[in-house]
């Protein structure tokens, strides 16, 4: 053990110890045979019993949602599903992986053999680099927790914003899982980044490959080249055998099945972040790289279409997370935003992860809004519906009659509780 993490500095300290990497020179220093002959285990995973890798009871019927993505639609066939998770059934921060929301565009998932994968880094560098899977993984690793959301979750398209009735329809497009990986900023210092390159682009490896463009100071903070998920290899959805990590910023800049990042010296304007991924304001003007997600908060139980079984105790829970770092508080109101109480957040509070909290509440059987409102460690407040019409200069009915696509839609979600004990979605009501 310590001479492996005396070794891990010795690494640290040895600056361009993966120059010998160069790109077209690269050799396997796995140790483990070359790729080629054998097909790997992988391949016979339909073959797998439940003894080799389980699965869940046959009475756990929890399941993802898929629905056509029309922004998607818009942008050019064929149309991606999205999937989301279900975050009404969610216990504790972690999403399983086969629940973990996709968002993709327009490309079927790519069935990459990872000893075929590699990820190149060049463009404004000293020594261009390529890494195999296996050169990635020998190198000092982190395992950390961290939420995504799509930068459109909790804002639909018109057609179906009205009719959105289930927290897995509202805001299912954001799940949490620990992602373990290469931080960015050591393959960065091993390239040595030239003066100058102030941007990444990273690519993907489908067949439309989605570029994204992150700043030079995210890519040397917190970003992370991950090949783990939940404690082993990413699903083929997630982005396997590599996808990028950025957290607390908006999931577009999370690119999957990662092959490429050139350092470059101003953001691109790639396909997406220059068109569906951009704030189309009231006056028509759009917002760009809105990176950073806001503070958010959503009460998962008792939420849309659901039934509480009579008056009594019921535990109110539910997530908030933020990409400006920890929750530090979250507050619930019972009675449609008059009082407001501290929920209990549950241990751990980790910075730009989901953040389970709870509040016992005794039903009285009368009729009932309940609402969170979650506050990031910055002091930043989760706004209400009418709070962010006054920052966009909006009526109500703008909601509910544009077109136009909002993203980083944060508002406070009200669920309305009727006396016989079903639960409403009144968002748009108000
Ligand atoms: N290569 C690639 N990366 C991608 C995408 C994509 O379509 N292709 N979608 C992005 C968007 S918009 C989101 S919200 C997240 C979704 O990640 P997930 O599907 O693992 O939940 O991936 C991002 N990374
Ligand atoms: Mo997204």
């Not at 070794?7 to 790729?35: E, N, Y």
């Not at 279900?86 to 504790?92: A, K, N, T």
Request: contains cysteine; glycine residues 10%.
């Amino acid at each position: 053990m310590h001479s492996q993490q005396s070794g891990r500095r010795r690494f640290l300290k040895s600056g361009a110890a993966l120059a010998g990497w160069a790109v077209g020179a690269v050799r396997s220093v796995s140790g483990q045979a070359p790729a080629g002959s054998e097909p790997p285990a992988a391949l016979a995973g339909s073959e797998a019993s439940s003894r080799d890798y389980g699965v869940r009871s046959g009475f756990e019927t929890s399941g993802r949602l898929t629905h056509i993505q029309a922004w998607v639609a818009n942008v050019g066939p064929p149309v991606a599903p999205a999937l989301r998770t279900p975050l009404q059934d969610s216990v504790g921060i972690i999403t399983p992986a086969p629940l973990h929301y996709v968002v993709d565009h327009g490309s079927p998932t790519p069935g990459i053999d990872p000893r075929q994968h590699s990820l190149l880094i060049h463009g404004l560098v000293d020594r261009p680099l390529l890494f195999t899977l296996d050169e990635l993984k020998r190198l000092p690793a982190v395992s950390r927790i961290h939420f995504l959301a799509c930068a459109g979750n909790s804002y639909l398209p018109l057609e179906q914003r009205q009719n959105a009735k289930t927290v897995q329809e509202t805001h299912g497009w954001t799940s949490c899982s620990e992602w373990t990986g290469v931080p960015l900023s050591l393959l960065l210092q091993e390239v040595g980044v030239q003066k100058g390159g102030t941007w990444i682009q990273a690519e993907g490896a489908e067949i439309r490959k989605l570029a994204s463009s992150i700043p030079m100071a995210k890519a040397l903070d917190d970003v992370l080249v991950a090949y783990g998920q939940n404690g082993e290899a990413i699903r083929p959805e997630q982005g396997y055998p590599l996808r990028l990590i950025v957290p607390g910023f908006e999931g577009i800049r999370n690119v999957k099945w990662l092959r490429r990042i050139k350092v470059v010296d101003r953001p691109y304007m790639m396909k997406y972040e220059g068109t569906i991924y951009t704030n189309l304001r009231p006056d028509g003007t759009a917002r760009w790289f809105q990176l950073e997600l806001e503070t958010n908060s959503v009460i998962t139980s008792p939420s849309g279409e659901q039934r509480l079984p009579g008056p009594g105790f019921h535990e109110i829970t539910g997530l908030a997370w933020s990409g400006g770092g920890a929750i530090r508080r979250v507050e619930v109101s019972t009675d449609g935003g008059r009082t407001w109480k501290d929920a209990q957040l549950q241990a751990p509070v980790l910075a730009k992860a989901h953040t389970r909290f709870r509040f016992p509440w005794n039903w009285d059987g009368k009729e009932a809004v309940l609402q969170s409102r979650s506050t990031n460690e910055w002091g930043e407040v989760q706004p209400t519906k009418a709070a962010l019409e006054r920052m966009w200069g909006v009526t109500p009915d703008y909601w509910l009659t544009t077109t136009n696509r909002i993203q980083h839609f944060n508002a406070i979600q009200p669920w309305k509780v009727t006396s016989d004990g079903r639960v409403h979605n009144v968002i748009w009501e108000t």
